[in-house]
C-alpha cells in the first residue's frame, strides 16, 4: 500500500500512533477517550492490522458512537493512515463552533444594517404599513430569505432574560405532573408494595397487618420549543427569544429551534453558560434571521428529522410563531398531525391572537388548528406567566 | 478465528452480513464487550442474535424493552405468595424468626428475570437486549453498572457475581437519544438497509425457491420502493413476505398483473398514507423499472 502514511523513523510504536489517532477523531468532534484507545489496540490484535481495510473495520466499529459519526470515520481514518504523507486534510466539523469573533460579548457587537436591501427586518413586505395601525391589519409573509445578518443581542436585554428564566421556570414545573409507569413506594397508592409487605408482615409472623402501598410518581415533561424569527415575527422575537433563553437555563432537558426558511437546532449554543455569549452564538446559528417564513416545509422537516430522535409521548411541543407562510397552507397541517402521530402535545403561542378581533383566518394557522392542544395569544412575557395554570391542566 | 469466517459462518446460518457489521460482530466476540446495533426498523438486527446463539451453539436470552421496565420486571423478584406460606407455616411449626428470615430470602426464593438469568448461566449466553431505546433512563443507568461489572446487587442475598459473561447485543431505532456512557460501553454498528447484491443473495438464502430473474425483479422493486418517500420504508422481513406472497399468488413476473401486484403491496406498505401514495399507477412504473 503506496497510500499508508509514512511516520517519523523516531516514532516510539503503535501504541503512541494510536494515540495520536485518538486525538486526531476528539479534534474532529469524535468523544473517544482512553477507554477506547486501549480497546483499538486491543481490538487490532484479533485481526490482521496491516489489512488497511480491516483495521478501518474494526476502528470504525470501537470508536464510532451514532450513525452519524460512522458516515464520518472512513474521511478521519483517511485522513491520518492513509494520507501518504502529504498534510492531514480537515475533514468537517459539524461540531457546533460558531465564529469565535462573534461569541465574546465583550468585543463590538457586528450589526452589519447594510443588507440585501430586499425588505426590512421589522415590517413585513407589502403591508403597506397597515400592520401596526389597528386590531384589523393584517401582516403578510415574505418569501425573500433575508441574507442580512442581525445580531440577537441588539434585541434581547440581560433583564428580560432573568426574568423569562424565572417565568420558564414556573412554567416548567406547570408541565411536570405526567405520570410515570414505574411505581414506587408512597403513603397512598393503588398497588401493594410486596417486598416492604413481606419485611414488615415478619414481625407479625407472616401476619400482614398494614399494607404498603406504591404509587406512580410525576414526571417532568420535556418541552421542545420551536421558535419562528422571520420578518413578520421581528416585532416579537425579542420576548420569545428571551424565554426560549430562560427556557434553556431552567430546565436541561428542553430543547429549541428557531426557523425562518429553514429550521436549526440551537439546543448546543442556549445551553452556554453565559447568557449573552449564548445569544451571540445563536445569532450565528439563525444567519438569515429576519426573512421569509416557510413554516410548513420547516415544521415538516421537523417532524421528519429531530422529532424522531427528541419528540416522544412525554413531550410538549411549543410553536412560537404567527402563522403566517408562504407555502401551501396544508403543509403545516400535515407536519403537524405527523407530529402528533409521535404521542406529543402541541402549543401554539401566536403573538397576534392578542389584537382585538382576530380570527385565525390565515389559511395555514387555520389548517394547524385541529393538531393544537392549546392555541394561545402570547407577545409579552406576562402573556406567558399567564399560561402557568393552563399548562399544568394540559 | 478470523473475521472473515465468522461471516461465513453467518451465511451458513441464512444471515448475509455486510463487512462492517461482521467485524463489529467479531470483535465484540473477541474482546467480550457489549455490541450496539442502530438502524432502521427491519433491516435485521434482532436477527443477529438469534444466528449467534445458533453458532456459538449457546442460549439465547432475550430482554424486550419498554418504557416503565424497571428491576422487578428485568432482574430478579422475589416470590411473595410463596414467602408469604412459607412465613405462616413456619409461624405454625414454632421456627425462630431469624431462621425463617435466612429461609425466606434465599436463591430457592428468587424470581430470575432476563438479566440475572444471563449471569448466572454455567455456559456464556447470547443476551439480547431489544429496543433499549424504549426503556427510560433509569433502566438505562441501571443497565450500565450490569454491562460494565457483570454482577447483580440484592440487598438481602449480597452480590451476585456472573458464573459466565453473556455475550451482549443491544438494538435501538432511534425512539429516544441513548447516553454518551452507554455508547462508549459498546462497540458500535450501524445496520444500513443492504445493497441489492447483498439483498439478493438474502433472497436466495431464505427463499432458495425463487427463479432468479424473478427474483432480480422483486428486488429491484423493493429498493426502488425504499427510495420512494414513504413513511414507513420495507424492511428485510416485508421484502422476504413480499416474495411469499409473489410466490403464493403464482406471479413470474412482476409487470404482468397489476391487480394483484397491487393486491400484494400489503406486505410492504404499512400505513394507509403509504398506501394511498403508491398507486397502481407508481406501482407499475417501479415495476417495469426493476424489470
Redesign the interface.
Known amino acids: 500500500m503506496s497510500r499508508v502514511t509514512k511516520f517519523a523513523a523516531r516514532d516510539p510504536g503503535p501504541a503512541a500512533r494510536m494515540a495520536g489517532f485518538m486525538a486526531h477523531l476528539r479534534m474532529h468532534g469524535l ?1 473517544v ?1 482512553v ?2 484507545a486501549e ?1 483499538a489496540l ?2 487490532l490484535t ?3 492490522a496491516s489489512n488497511p ?2 483495521a478501518r ?2 476502528l ?3 470508536c ?4 452519524e459519526e ?1 458516515e464520518r470515520f472512513d474521511d478521519l481514518f483517511d485522513s491520518f493512515w492513509l494520507n501518504g504523507g502529504r498534510v492531514r486534510q480537515k475533514v468537517m466539523s459539524v461540531q457546533t463552533s460558531p465564529n469565535t469573533d462573534d461569541v465574546h460579548s465583550s468585543r463590538p457587537a457586528k450589526t452589519v444594517q447594510t443588507g440585501s436591501g430586499t425588505g426590512s427586518a421589522t415590517t413585513p413586505d407589502g403591508g403597506d404599513g397597515e400592520a401596526a395601525a389597528d386590531g384589523e391589519g393584517k401582516l403578510v409573509a415574505c418569501s425573500v430569505q433575508n441574507l442580512m445578518k442581525k445580531d440577537l443581542r441588539d434585541l434581547v436585554q440581560p433583564e428580560d432574560i432573568a426574568e423569562a428564566e424565572a417565568i420558564a421556570r414556573r412554567l416548567g414545573a406547570a408541565l411536570r405532573d405526567r405520570r ?4 414506587k413506594a408512597a403513603r397512598k397508592g393503588d398497588q401493594i408494595h ?2 416492604k ?2 419485611r414488615q ?3 407479625t ?4 397487618f398494614c399494607l404498603p402501598r406504591k404509587q406512580r410518581p410525576g414526571r417532568p415533561q420535556k418541552i421542545v420549543a420551536i421558535c419562528d424569527v422571520s420578518g413578520s415575527m421581528a416585532l416579537y422575537a425579542q420576548v420569545f427569544l428571551a424565554f426560549l433563553s430562560g427556557l434553556m437555563r431552567a430546565d436541561d432537558a428542553t430543547d429549541a429551534y428557531l426557523f425562518h426558511t429553514r429550521l436549526v437546532r440551537i439546543t448546543d449554543a442556549l445551553r452556554d453558560k453565559d447568557a449573552l455569549r449564548a445569544l451571540g452564538r445563536m445569532s450565528v446559528l439563525a444567519d438569515g434571521f429576519g426573512g421569509g417564513s416557510n413554516i410548513g416545509a420547516s415544521l415538516s422537516q421537523f417532524s421528519k428529522t429531530y422529532a ?3 419528540v ?2 412525554r413531550s410538549v411541543v411549543m410553536i412560537l410563531s404567527d402563522g403566517y407562510d408562504t407555502g401551501p397552507a396544508h403543509r403545516i397541517g400535515d407536519a403537524l398531525a ?1 407530529l402528533k402521530k409521535r404521542g406529543c402535545k402541541i402549543i401554539w403561542l401566536n403573538p397576534l391572537k392578542g389584537w382585538n378581533g382576530y380570527e385565525p383566518v390565515a389559511k395555514g394557522m387555520a389548517a394547524a388548528l385541529p393538531h393544537l392542544d392549546l392555541f394561545r395569544a402570547a407577545n409579552r412575557l406576562a402573556d406567558l406567566a399567564a399560561l402557568e395554570p393552563e399548562l399544568s391542566r394540559l | 478465528m ?2 472473515t469466517s465468522r461471516q461465513t459462518a453467518m451465511a451458513e446460518q441464512g444471515y448475509i452480513a455486510s ?2 457489521l461482521a ?2 460482530v ?3 466476540l ?2 467480550g ?1 457489549p ?1 450496539l446495533l ?1 438502524g432502521a426498523a427491519g433491516v435485521g438486527k434482532t436477527e443477529i442474535a438469534r444466528v449467534l446463539a445458533a453458532i456459538c451453539e449457546t442460549q439465547l436470552i432475550r430482554l424486550q424493552c419498554y ?2 421496565l ?1 428491576a422487578a420486571q428485568a432482574i430478579y423478584e ?1 416470590n ?1 405468595q410463596r ?2 406460606l ?3 407455616a ?2 405454625e411449626d414454632g421456627e425462630t ?1 431469624c431462621s ?2 435466612q429461609r ?1 430470602f434465599s436463591e430457592e426464593f428468587l424470581l430470575e428475570r432476563p438479566l440475572l438469568k444471563a449471569i448466572r448461566q454455567p455456559e456464556p449466553p447470547v443476551l439480547l437486549i431489544d429496543e433499549i431505546d424504549r426503556a ?1 433512563e ?1 433502566f438505562e443507568a441501571y443497565l450500565l453498572e450490569v454491562l460494565s461489572e457483570f454482577q447483580i446487587s440484592i440487598p438481602e442475598l449480597g452480590t451476585l457475581t456472573a458464573t459466565s459473561r453473556p455475550m451482549v447485543i443491544l438494538t435501538a431505532n ?4 441513548l447516553s ?1 456512557a452507554l ?2 460501553r459498546c ?4 445496520v444500513e438497509y443492504p445493497d441489492r447484491e447483498t439483498e439478493l443473495a438474502i433472497l436466495k438464502a431464505r427463499c432458495p425457491e425463487v427463479e432468479a430473474a424473478l427474483a432480480g425483479q422483486i428486488i429491484g422493486f423493493v429498493q426502488s420502493l425504499r427510495k420512494e418517500d414513504l ?1 414507513k420504508k420495507p424492511g428485510i422481513a416485508e421484502m422476504l413476505d413480499f416474495s411469499a406472497a409473489v410466490m403464493g399468488l403464482g406471479i413470474a413476473d412482476l409487470t404482468l398483473d397489476p391487480a394483484l401486484l397491487q393486491a400484494s403491496l400489503a406486505t410492504l406498505l404499512k400505513t394507509e398514507t403509504d398506501r394511498g401514495n403508491i398507486s397502481t399507477e407508481i406501482a407499475q412504473r417501479l415495476a417495469g423499472q426493476a424489470a
Open positions: 468523544r477517550g477507554g477506547e480497546t486491543r481490538a484479533h485481526i490482521q481495510e480491516e473495520r474494526a470504525k466499529s470501537v464510532s458512537g451514532c450513525g460512522v410515570s409507569r414505574r411505581r410486596f417486598r409487605l413481606i408482615s415478619l414481625s409472623g407472616g401476619e400482614p424522531r430522535r427528541f416522544d409521548g405527523a | 478470523q473475521w463487512d462492517d467485524m463489529a467479531h470483535l465484540a473477541a474482546l464487550r455490541l442502530e418504557e416503565g424497571d422475589w411473595y414467602q408469604l412459607t412465613i405462616r413456619a409461624a424468626g425463617v428470615e425466606i427510560d433509569e432511534g425512539t429516544r437519544d454518551d455508547r462508549r462497540l458500535y454498528a450501524h413513511e
